[in-house]
Antibody, heavy 117, light 110 residues
Framework: EEQLVESGGGLVKPGGSLRLSCAGSGFIFSNAWMNWVRQAPGKGLEWVGRIKSKPDGGTTEYAVPVKGRFTILRDDSKRMVYLQINSLKIEDTGVYHC????????WGQGTLVTVSA | QSVLTQPPSASGTPGQRVTISCSGSFSNIGSNTVNWYQQIPGTAPKLLIHSNNQRPSGVPDRFSGSKSGTSASLAISGLQSEDEADYYCAAWDDSLNGYVFGTGTKVTVL
């Protein structure tokens, strides 16, 4: 069974940094495109970015609001994908989910990031 | 802000048919396929429909999707209490070079 488990969330001050992790199991991780999607409290879904599989180039794409501050990395040997978040803003507060594939087929339960002074 | 527009709410009684619209533009729905997600409050989203009208394994055939031009729709027939959830459309946007979600529709079963 395909499973995704996020970790690394927490309370951070504005301007701080955080690295979120997502561990994948039950599928061929190295072939999977991996996405990050966030959801602010009481709000809708917002795609953050994705990293393609290495066979497909391993390139990244980001949503406009996070470009330059967010970086997605992957370590296929550890079956992990990471979201490095710098210069955190209050509006970055929310639950961050990782998700697989072009269609965002499967999702983890998410990890909560709270940005507050 | 979302570039795909959905009605904020929809409702129906058990057994009824409910339809949710999703309006976009040429750069997203007009040029790419549409996916739909269901999110029961407090849980992770679940892929419901991909490629406009394809159901992943395990999704009941009560759910169907369609697309025409720069709009798409999700239909739920034979509405059931467990269908009470938030529903989001999504598509790749060529102008933004990113994946965009709709504003979301809360479905209530009366």
């Amino acid at each position: 069974e395909e499973q995704l488990v996020e970790s690394g969330g927490g309370l951070v001050k504005p301007g701080g940094s955080l690295r979120l992790s997502c561990a994948g199991s039950g599928f061929i991780f190295s072939n999977a495109w991996m996405n990050w999607v966030r959801q602010a409290p009481g709000k809708g879904l917002e795609w953050v970015g994705r990293i393609k599989s290495k066979p497909d180039g391993g390139t990244t794409e980001y949503a406009v609001p996070v470009k330059g501050r967010f970086t997605i990395l992957r370590d296929d040997s550890k079956r992990m994908v990471y979201l490095q978040i710098n210069s955190l803003k209050i509006e970055d507060t929310g639950v961050y989910h990782c998700s697989t594939g072009i269609f965002l087929d499967n999702w983890g339960q998410g990890t909560l990031v709270t940005v507050s002074a | 802000q979302s570039v795909l527009t959905q009605p904020p709410s929809a409702s129906g009684t058990p057994g009824q048919r409910v339809t949710i619209s999703c309006s976009g533009s040429f750069s997203n729905i007009g040029s790419n396929t549409v996916n739909w997600y269901q999110q029961i409050p407090g849980t992770a989203p679940k892929l419901l429909i991909h490629s406009n009208n394809q159901r992943p394994s395990g999704v009941p055939d009560r759910f169907s999707g369609s697309k025409s031009g720069t709009s798409a729709s999700l239909a739920i027939s034979g509405l059931q209490s467990e269908d009470e959830a938030d529903y989001y459309c999504a598509a790749w946007d060529d102008s933004l070079n990113g994946y965009v979600f709709g504003t979301g529709t809360k479905v209530t079963v009366l």
